[in-house]
């Protein structure tokens, strides 16, 4: 049994190696795959080079836009900070996601305890931009 557990664990490192072959772009670091949540699909998440200091929510968003992502969401941050924890700063991120009842207001993840919050989007914070890979 312990040889068909090697096995299985060797095929899966080289299907995760041509995984990460046929679609990490230079640069990227791969975060990790996201479950669907309310029948969306998985998805895998890969975290883009890069980032922005010190600036609004608004800024932000067109940042990672203007950089080939989007900010993330606030369950892909809790992903990012689960898995890529050290490829931040001690500080709070911009998440693409308003307050739904406080629409002046947007999420955000600190990253130097896991928290999430919310606090309006004039405020000045830092932004990563992730890329989704939706599976079919």
Request: glycine content about 18%.
């Given at each position: 049994?312990?040889?068909n557990t090697a096995e299985i664990e060797s095929l899966m490192a080289a299907s995760k190696r041509q995984f990460l072959v046929e679609n990490l772009k230079p640069g990227e670091t791969y975060s990790?795959?996201?479950?669907?949540?309310?029948?969306a699909p998985d998805e895998h998440v890969f975290l883009l080079p890069g980032e922005l200091l010190d600036a609004d929510w608004d800024k932000s968003m067109a940042w990672?836009?203007?950089?080939?992502g989007v900010l993330p969401t606030r369950r892909q941050?809790?992903?990012l900070i689960a898995n890529l924890k050290s490829h931040f700063k001690p500080r709070y991120y911009w998440?693409?996601?308003q307050h739904a009842d406080y629409p002046t207001n947007a999420w955000l993840q600190y990253f130097y305890d896991?928290?999430?919050n919310y606090l309006r989007?004039?405020?000045a914070g830092a932004a990563r931009a992730v890329r989704r890979l939706p599976i079919q």
């Open positions: 049994m312990q040889s990790g795959l996201l479950l669907g949540e309310n029948g990672a836009e203007k950089n080939g941050q809790s992903l998440s693409c996601e896991g928290y999430q989007k004039s405020y």
